[in-house]
């Protein structure tokens, strides 16, 4: 894995930059950043629609960028080099809001990251490799991809069901959804981009 394609790279670049331009703004200049480009619900008076993409390259941590880019690095390139840069990039776009718009009907309070898009380039990964064979949690334990993703299918909605960890579990289904509708739509019309 860790191939090299433009569109991943400069989303990675960007989701990186962001990071430290957040850091930077809230600890060093004392500016709300979140307040601005987090994705906050309809209801709320800091809600505005571009949210809908700039909460896309926000994280909690360095810990959820890391996921985030390493699933990123990992799997787009591959997805990128199937669908082509424009498709790639404006599918990932519609994953990222799709997963956003399932977040907010089933949870309420403000979200960001860029996990949904990426749980729906896990799902086109698996739907073009099925059988690949993928490292688990860099051990040398590998499962088929179609394996791991039912799991992470699974987990996911039981924990979005079950558990109140300020985890957008939801987001992750919806990202997944939407990548599954888009794959299937693609494949039906051949989309050209």
Do not use: C
């Amino acid at each position: 894995m860790f191939q090299s394609s433009p569109i991943v790279k400069n989303l990675f670049y960007a989701n990186v930059i962001m990071f430290i331009l957040t850091l930077i703004g809230q600890n060093l200049l004392g500016m709300p950043v979140m307040n601005y480009l987090a994705l906050f619900p309809f209801d709320s008076p800091n809600f505005s629609f571009y949210q809908f993409i700039s909460s896309m390259f926000m994280h909690a941590g360095i810990a959820h960028l890391f996921f985030n880019m390493l699933a990123l690095l990992s799997f787009g390139p591959d997805v990128e080099n199937q669908l082509g840069e424009r498709k790639f990039l404006l599918f990932y776009f519609i994953m990222g809001i799709g997963a956003s718009i399932a977040q907010m009907s089933l949870s309420h309070g403000a979200m960001i990251g860029a996990s949904g898009a990426i749980f729906g380039l896990l799902v086109y990964f698996t739907l073009y490799n099925p059988d690949a064979k993928l490292s688990l949690f860099l051990l040398p334990i590998f499962v088929k991809a179609k394996n791991m993703m039912l799991v992470m299918i699974a987990l996911e909605l039981g924990l979005g069901l079950l558990a109140n960890d300020g985890v957008g579990h939801w987001a992750h289904l919806g990202g997944a959804l939407t990548g599954f509708i888009l794959y299937k739509l693609d494949q039906k019309f051949q989309f050209n981009i």
